[in-house]
């Protein structure tokens, strides 16, 4: 079972076009065929609202409805307790497409509750293997890591690294820390600050991260529990350094913020995007995901607006420089950070978040 189941620029206008035109033949050929019969058919998706909402609607249930007359609803508040809902009625689902975090998708698997994807219908030779499971594929990549607060830490003066970040003395202060050892990645980095190779991080030695946490010191850390949280602090100036996802460092600085971000050393995550067991047009959802997944321009335009990663190699050399360089899926990243291990999460979830919240208590 695979890790997700176990849990420079632009080209020039000419490549652009040829890719659009390359694209949109390949996925119009099928589409087209049965148009006739999807007139009418209507798919509620469940994302996580808000502007990625916004942007999953026009990049691409928009141009997919003009394409194949399959109309694709897009709501928010995702979550397993809503894929298990469309489950348990006894009828077909009111949502017929849903994203997951890592350790939900691996408990809606265990639990029945999403359909085995039908890569007959879904191309994912775009698709890196450690993104893509038997259940779902990883759309939106992103990257939980260090920031800093330029007017304070230059590029050239901030850290590089997690010993580095650790370095009180070199960097004095506080910390701003994700309280959220299993939604965040603190355990990891306090083992990479520790010396452990980042190849090596799993299984997790907790003992040895928690000893790792009491280095860095109690004094020196806060603890926030929203995503928010951390920027808050650093454009607040209570804060230099902080961890927290690269595309809040990105919104950030759009609206005027000096941060920065070190994609080294940073742990992978993405939502699974899953078909409903018990939707009543299966085959619509997945011509969805397909179209998603192999719309290079689209793709491309995504993951210049939010930052997080379309696991889409085509699209990758489509996209800014500025924002290739947060990407995941980029080579120049490949070795300098980690995916996070669902399975292992999943697996020792309650035990673990026990033992960090008892050594939280304890100081």
Known sequence: MSSLDLLNGRRRLGRRSFLRGTAAAALAAPALIGRA??????????????????????????????????????????????????????????????????AEYLAAIDENIVAPYDYSIVDASQIPPEFRGTHGIKFALFLFGMAYDKRRLTDDKAPRNWAEFWDTQRFPGKRSLYSSPSDGSILEIA????????????????????????????QNIIWHTTNQEPIQQMTSGAVSLATCFDGRVVLANRAGAELGFQPAGSAVSGNPYCVI????????????LNYMFNA?????????LTSYAVPNMRALALTKPATRELLPTAPELKDKVFIKDDVWWKDNLVKVTQRFKEWQLAG
């Not at 067991?277 to 969805?288: V, Y």
Request: avoid cysteine.
């Open 296 to 304: 290079t321009e689209a793709d491309a335009e995504y993951m210049d």
């Open 37 to 102: 019969k999807a007139d009418g058919v209507v798919l509620n998706f469940a994302t996580y609202g808000g502007v990625i909402a916004d942007y999953l609607t026009k990049l691409f249930a928009v141009p997919f409805e003009k394409q194949t007359g399959i109309r694709v609803n897009i709501g928010g508040n995702a979550s397993l307790a809503l894929a298990k809902l469309q489950t348990t009625s006894g009828t077909a689902a009111q949502w017929d497409l849903i994203n997951l975090t890592g």
């Open 191 to 218: 083992l990479l600050a520790d010396g452990v190779p980042i190849d090596k991080l799993y299984p997790l030695d907790v003992e040895r991260a928690l000893k790792s946490l009491e280095k860095l010191g109690r």
């Open 277 to 288: 067991r018990t939707s009543a047009h299966q085959k619509e959802a997945f011509q969805f």
